[in-house]
């Protein structure tokens, strides 16, 4: 019996077992085996093992993919959920505009949560607000604003949904205002770089988020507070990372650490997104990401691309000369876009194909460059303004090889005018030929129909004659009274 005791002491008080730091750190090296999606790309620049569960790196102007690593799992963004929180913040409220923390707000958030210490009933601007929310993580802040701008943070709440649905977010599901950890409050890694795309486009909140110490003075409706951020990619921390624009973290015991950050070096902007890592290495992991795409990744016009593009199917837009005049074609693709290129394909290996999807104000079509169905960006198709006599010729290569300069394709509206003349033309001659073909139609009937009574009154005629006897017909002789004498 005493060798049972241990065992039922066991049943009936389960020892929980919670993991080490080591055994996240084991995990996370496990993960640095599992496929990366973009490296299965031919011919693609192969992207570095990380031991996130998730990655992605995207150009911030054009939504290009350079990197991909489960970027549609679900998972908990953490903190990372305050670039919503700010965003759709901005753009529904002033910066000047006074909040009021309520204490519901407060209550809120968890006694372990991050917060920036605010107190019932000061009031803050929302610009104020915003730094707390993005420096210190203030979990309350997020709770005030939302109360302030939809009236509840449940409302607030459901603004950032309708506004990741706006931004193309499929893989997001927000529950709360400050990513305090719920199992329906999901959102994935290519999602976080839809909305960090959009965050980062508002230069003030880009400044903040790479801001690592601000100060709020006091005044009357509040106190001091003294924001600080534990973010090491910024300037001075021990990842700092040159050319950040900013950057912002996230933590629970569950989504493990977070981050979602956007560098530039010269033209090329990029978004990276680490989820579900151990620290310190959503630091290093977003450095090596930045690294490779600045490294493997070129900016190139789409001019080269677009001259072996045919815009026209029909004969008359592809004439070798331009019968009536050197003119401004009709429609034309929208010059000097760029796209980003990675180093191991050349313009030749980019494919073109026209859309009518999402088109931008006053585009009637859409020209989409690609590779290996990795759209690389896009140029809207125009409509010319006929005003402008400057010729735009639009060339392209022919499949035998020849000098593309010797095709040259016009889209021209005097063309269009000269084509709907001739056709209006030819319109009316064939009706006029109708009319006669049918006039005479008529005629022929009439004359028919003349005929045909004209024989049946001959034959009715020589059918009389055949059918008459003089005897019958003449009348008898008198007896005239000389004769009876």
Known sequence: MLLLLPILIFLCFPISVHATAQDYLDEAELRKDEPVESNETPN?????????????????????????????????????????????????????????????AIDANESDGSHMYLTAGEKLTLEELLYGIIINSANEA?????????????????????????????????????????????????????????FFSHDILASMACTTRHSIPETDLHGEHNLKSKNKLYPGQEYEYDGLIGSKTGFTSISRQTLVSCAQRGSIRLICVIMMEESPYQFTDTTELFDYGFDHFYITGTDEINSRFNLSNPVFFDSP???????????????????????????????????????????????????????MGSADVLMNDISNTAALNITHHSKNGHNPNDDKIYVNIYHVLFILGISAVSVIILMIILRIVRLSMIRARKIRRIKQKREEILKSRSTLRRNYHPDKHRPPKKNHPRDSI
């Open 321 to 375: 000369s331009d019968i009536l005049g050197n003119t401004a074609p009709l429609v034309y693709i929208q010059k000097g876009v760029q796209i980003l290129m990675p180093d191991t394909i050349s313009e030749e290996d980019v494919k073109t194909v026209i859309s009518y999807d999402r088109l931008s104000p006053g585009a009637i079509a859409r020209v989409e460059y690609s590779y290996e169905n990795i759209v």
């Open 44 to 104: 693609w620049p192969q992207g570095p093992a990380i031991g996130a569960e998730s990655a992605v790196l995207m150009d911030a102007d054009s939504g290009m993919i350079l990197y991909s690593k489960n970027i549609h799992e679900h998972l908990y963004p953490a903190s990372t959920t305050k670039l919503m929180t700010c965003l759709v913040a901005i753009e529904n409220c002033p910066l000047n505009e006074l909040i009021t923390v309520n204490q519901s």
């Open 142 to 198: 997020c709770n005030a604003v939302g109360e302030h701008i939809a009236g509840s943070m449940d409302s607030y709440v459901e603004m950032m949904n309708a506004r990741a649905l706006e931004l193309g977010c499929t893989d997001t599901h927000f529950v709360t205002t400050n990513g305090l950890h719920d199992e329906d409050h999901y959102t994935s890694a290519h999602d976080l770089a839809l909305i960090g795309r959009a």
